[in-house]
């Protein structure tokens, strides 16, 4: 299967990490969505990413379906999701709460990365940080008292905290000044040790 989209998008990351925890083969072919806009519409219409192709051709987009679709083939014993009650609901509203993080600091990097200096507009910019912030500060609270976000293995919550912890830090970094999210830091520090973290850090570029 084709994984389209590159690593500095987190949403693709996300994807990414998944693909390389539950040992799926994958190709990722790295398309820009600002420059290859032909080439990703054939793929979605929408021309957003991450995209997936499977080996039959079929399509998947958005990394919530593409995510779903994974733990279907690849996660029988149900590692990086509970299959039902509590702990799949604790997992997947801390999971949410990475991936709202991910869409508030994308807004605010487009905001203020794509719009001419004179139309962007600081009182948005300010409302969707201060999402993304009340979103980290609940994430540091739920890696305080222990290894990881929920149970006693690394699930989706953890991919989900780390990787928007990771892009705040690239897109926002005036937010991590002084490390105000020192549980959620840490996790993230012990999660980059992993080969499936290293090897998608974001490339700039
Ligand atoms: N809800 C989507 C969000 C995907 C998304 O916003 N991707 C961005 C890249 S970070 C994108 O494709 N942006 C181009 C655009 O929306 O025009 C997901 O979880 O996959």
Not at 123 to 142: I, P
Not at 166 to 179: H, I, S
């Amino acid at each position: 299967m084709q994984l389209i989209g590159r690593n500095m998008s987190p949403f693709v990351r996300r994807t990414s990490i998944a693909l390389k925890l539950l040992g799926l083969d994958y190709e990722q072919v790295e398309l820009p969505t600002a420059e290859d806009t032909d080439k990703i519409a054939k793929i979605n219409p929408v021309i957003r990413v991450p995209s997936m192709v499977l080996d039959g051709g079929e399509t998947l987009l958005d990394s919530n379906a593409i995510i779903d679709h994974l733990l279907e083939v690849g996660d029988p014993e149900h590692r990086l999701l509970p299959a039902s009650g509590a702990d799949r609901r604790t997992v997947l509203r801390l999971a949410g709460i990475g991936h709202g993080i991910m869409e508030k600091a994308v807004s605010s990097a487009y905001e203020r990365g794509r719009r001419p200096k004179e139309f962007i507009y600081d009182g948005w910019v300010k409302q969707v940080e201060g999402q993304v912030e009340s979103g980290l500060a609940a994430l540091n609270e739920a890696a305080s008292n222990s290894d990881f976000l929920h149970g006693d293995h690394l699930t989706l919550a953890d991919v989900n905290a780390v990787v928007a912890h990771d892009f705040v830090c690239t897109a926002e970094p005036y937010l991590m000044k002084n490390d105000p999210y020192p549980a959620l830091s840490a996790l993230a520090k012990r999660c980059g040790e992993q080969a499936s973290f290293a090897d998608t850090m974001f490339k700039p570029g």
